[in-house]
Each structure stands twice: as C-alpha cells, then as structure tokens.
C-alpha cells in the first residue's frame, strides 16, 4: 500500500515506510541498527513463522523479551499473521505472567530460552513457544494471511485497576492508527526524529512512540537503562529529537544526574511527560537545565488513550493545568446529577474519540462500567460510547483542565498503575498477617509510593525487611511496599469492609470526605 491510501491496519504503517525509505534507519538497539527494509524483513519473517505454527485470525500472541529488536518487529509480524498481541512487561514475575498467559487465552508465545527457562511452568498452557534465537528467519515476500479490517482486535495491554488482578484492555487497529495519527500531529513529528525509548511497549505510551516512529518513517532508539547517565549519553550519541517519559525519570535526570545538568542536549526538541503529574519544582528544573527543550504534559488513560495535552506556549500561564483535548477528540466533565459541569465546578471525565478502546477483556461488568453510551446525546442519536475515567476533574473558562483526584482506590505510582488487592495478596502469602491493605501516600518523585499496613498474626513477629524481601521475590520493583506498617485493627466502614480512606487519611493527615 502507499501513503494515498489511509493505513487502516497496524502494519500497513511499516508496509508504508518500507515502500518510501528503505534505505532509512528505523530501529538502533545497542549495536544493532536496521533499516526500514530490514524492519519489514524481519517483521515478514515473525509473521511466517507464526503461520507456519497454525496461527488463525484473532489468536492472542504474548511478546515476553526485553524491550528488543525482536519485540517490536513482532508486534508488526503479529499484525501482518492477523494475530493480536499481547506485550508482557519483561519485568514481571512467572505468576504475573501467568495469569496474562491463562486470562486472555494465549495461544503462541514469543521469548528467549533465558525468559521460557525463567517461566516454568507459568508457560504450560500456551500450546507453542516461538524462540527468537532459532523460529524466525527474514522474509522478503508478503504473507498470506485472511482478511483483516480496522475494527479488528490488534492488542491487548494489561493494566492494573483498583481490585483484583490486571485487566487487558483491548485495542482494536484504528484505535492504534488513530493514536498514531493524533499524536504525531500535535507534536509536530516528522520523519527526521530520532526517538529514544525508555518505557516499556507494555505501556500505552511506549507501544504509541513505536508506532507513531514507524507512522512517519523516523528513527526510533531503544533502552533498557538504570542510571540517568545512560539517558544523557544516548541523547548526544544518537542525536536524538524526542524522549517520551513518565515522572520518575524526570525525577531521575533533574536529581541524580549531574550530566543532564551541565550538558547541553542541542538535539532535543521536546520531551513528554504521561503516567502521573509531574511536580512543578521538576519542571522548572527540567527548563532551567535545559532551556530549548520544550515539555509537552500529558494526560490519558489506557483505556482511551491519550486525553488531553498542554502546549508548551501554555506552561507559564496555567503549570497546573492538564491541558486541553487532543485533536479529534472531546473531552466533557459531568456532575452527580449528569449535567455538563460549569467552569471550576468538579466532574468525572469522559473521553470521547476514536482512541476508545473495545473495553476489558471477557469482563463484560468492567467494560460496562467504563465505557458507558453517551449520556449527552438523545435516544435517536446512536450508540456512539464514551470512556469514563472516574478521574475527578475542573475545567477553565477556556477549556484547560485541571486534575483533582482519583475516583477508586488505585495506587498510580512512577507512572504504573498498581492494584493494591494484588499487592496485599503477596502480604498475605507469607503467612505473617491477619489482614493487610495497601494505599498510596504521597511522594514527591513517585508521585504517590506503595504502603502497606498490615495487622499481624497470632503467634507471628514478623520482621518488615523479610517481608519485604519476599515480596521482592514476587512482585515487580515499583510494587513492592517501601514500608510495612504494623497496625493491632484496620479502620473499617459501616459495612464491614477495610476504610481505605480513613486509612490513607490518617497517614496524611487529610480530612475524609464522605
């Protein structure tokens, strides 16, 4: 296909790029660097192997690899294969992974030997297991595969909500197409970018800088790092353009990275900031450091995407504000009573736009309640849906908006999304606890950081670093509690359950609100 014809499909967006710059550099992974026909090669290849392995439309494909080469050609091969994909974040545990594998029903799985070996027998119901080291070879030809259209599922990201296990939020190929399209447009990105990807394609954010690389034929440089220097260092080396990041690596950068500070990063033109407010002192400091850097503040869900931006003209003006609806999309609050909010009044937001994603995976009663009919259109206007987000939100008189609140008990920490029930599972493993509930305090890096208050079992003395340890085992860094709080009772409310919020309260000393 060419550009004259509007991609529909995730892959056609490769298939574009493939036709217009083969020759340009597309993927930098360490010392690995592939060009657009190499990308196309490679991703025709997972493809074929996929099909040769019996994939029918439709069939769900988990990704579990470090954020390589390999994962983001198969998340285009998959596409090609008519599969959907599902990345799992390399950072997860055999459990975690487990339950993604048996929740949506996977059917192939793509790994190394180190990650499958790692796994056990988490893997044990996938029926195959692909291997990067010896299942694909590059594949000049296209693939045969059934018909695809754009209201077809392309993938599922699992995202934490506040109770029980992680969700898979279903994304359909316009859904990823129309991201793409949105985003490039009000960041003004070009085929001469050069981004440097540091989220994970778990993430709706990082899977987007992906796309939206490969939507315009740019350069995208990925990186796994741990320390800030790595960051800085990628930057000048590889002159990059773009860096898309959630609040702890600004935090990173601005407070332990004396590199950041002293070394001009020419190159940047913007950075982006999604996954939970950034503090406005980070802010500043970013601009301070580097002043022709402009930042971009975002705001979204996974659910919906993005939501709304706050164009770096505006910083000055409203550094509180979550900005406006993206292009192609509206963004309306409503009251208890459902009626449109007044400016300044709070209300829920819902996101309105072709970035709503299909809803929850085999959760009708979760989708139901976030994707809701349009309660401001009569009953002869359609079934156009909207996203609920259960954020509590102003808005100006111009239309900026400006977060209040979260409207559950989901803990957003370092740019995740953490179920505290996930968490106090893990607690309640260890045998030490008669109860346990996990909140989030707040925390001027994090954002908010994951605390655990537990009530301790008869006959047990247990020491909160052992705990901790343990729960290192079982859960990913960000979701591991940074204090284990001994309590003799949990608040509760008039129905017997756990008062998260007198709970939280009592530790910041905010007045609850009923």
């Not at 010392?31 to 196309?40: E, N, P, S």
């Not at 499958?116 to 990067?132: D, F, K, N």
């Not at 694909?136 to 599922?156: H, K, Q, S």
């Not at 509930?437 to 994951?450: Q, Y």
């Amino acid at each position: 296909m060419t550009r004259r014809e509007p991609p529909y499909l995730l892959h056609h967006l490769l298939e574009a790029s493939v036709q217009e710059r083969p020759a340009a550099e597309a993927l930098v992974d360490g010392k690995r660097r592939l060009d657009y026909t190499a990308f196309g090669a490679a991703a025709r290849g997972c493809a074929q192997a996929l099909v040769d392995a019996g994939i029918t439309r439709r069939d769900r494909v988990a990704i579990y690899l470090k954020k390589s080469v390999e994962e983001a050609t198969s998340i285009f091969g998959i596409s090609m294969a008519g599969g959907v994909f599902v990345p799992v974040n390399a950072l997860l545990r055999p459990a975690q992974v487990a339950h993604i594998l048996n929740d949506c029903g996977v059917r192939f799985l793509i790994t190394d030997e180190a990650r499958l070996a790692s796994l056990g027998e988490a893997a044990s119901g996938v029926e195959r297991v692909l291997l990067i080291e010896n299942d694909f070879a590059p594949r000049a030809d296209d693939v045969n595969v059934p018909a695809t259209v754009g209201e077809d599922l392309a993938a599922i990201l699992y995202t934490s909500g506040s109770t029980g296990r992680p969700k898979g939020v279903m994304l359909s190929h316009r859904n990823l197409v129309a991201g793409s399209r949105i985003v490039c447009q009000f960041l003004g990105i070009t085929r001469d970018e050069r981004l440097l990807s540091v989220l994970p394609f778990s993430f709706d954010y990082g899977l987007n800088q992906l796309i939206t690389t490969v939507d315009r034929g740019a350069a995208i440089v990925l990186l796994n790092f741990t320390f800030g220097q790595q960051i800085v260092k990628a930057i000048v080396n590889e002159k990059i353009t773009g860096l898309a990041g959630v609040p702890t690596v600004w935090a990173v950068l601005t407070q332990a990275t004396p590199s950041f500070k002293k070394t001009p990063l020419e190159t940047l033109r913007y950075v982006t900031n999604s996954g939970g407010a950034v503090p406005t002192a980070t802010i500043e400091q970013l601009r301070q450091y580097q002043p022709q850097t402009e930042v971009v503040l975002m705001y979204g869900l996974t659910e919906a995407f993005r939501s709304t931006y706050l164009p770096p003209s505006e910083l000055d003006k409203r550094p509180l504000s979550m900005g406006k609806a993206i292009p192609e999309t509206e963004i309306f609050l409503l009251n208890d009573k459902g009626e449109r909010c007044a400016p300044g009044e709070p209300g829920i937001l819902h996101h309105r736009g072709p970035t709503v994603s299909l809803g929850y995976w085999n959760r009708p009663d979760a989708t139901a309640h976030v994707l809701r009919k349009n309660p401001l259109l009569g009953e002869h206007e359609g079934a156009d849906l909207v996203c609920f987000s259960g954020d509590l939100v102003t808005m100006d008189e111009d239309g900026y908006f400006y977060f209040v609140g979260r409207n559950d008990a989901m803990i957003k920490s370092g740019g995740y999304r953490i179920s505290p029930s996930e968490v106090e599972e893990v607690l309640m493993a260890t045998g030490e606890f008669a109860q346990a509930a996990v909140i989030g305090l707040p925390d001027a890096t994090l954002g908010n950081r994951v605390h655990a208050v537990a009530v301790i079992a008869e006959g047990r003395e247990p020491d909160p670093e052992k705990v901790r340890a343990y729960c290192t085992q079982e859960l990913p860094q960000h979701m591991v509690p940074r204090e284990v709080e001994f309590v003799t009772e949990l608040p509760r409310s008039p129905n017997g359950k756990v008062d998260y919020k007198v709970l939280r309260a009592e530790r910041t000393g905010d007045t609850v609100k009923s």
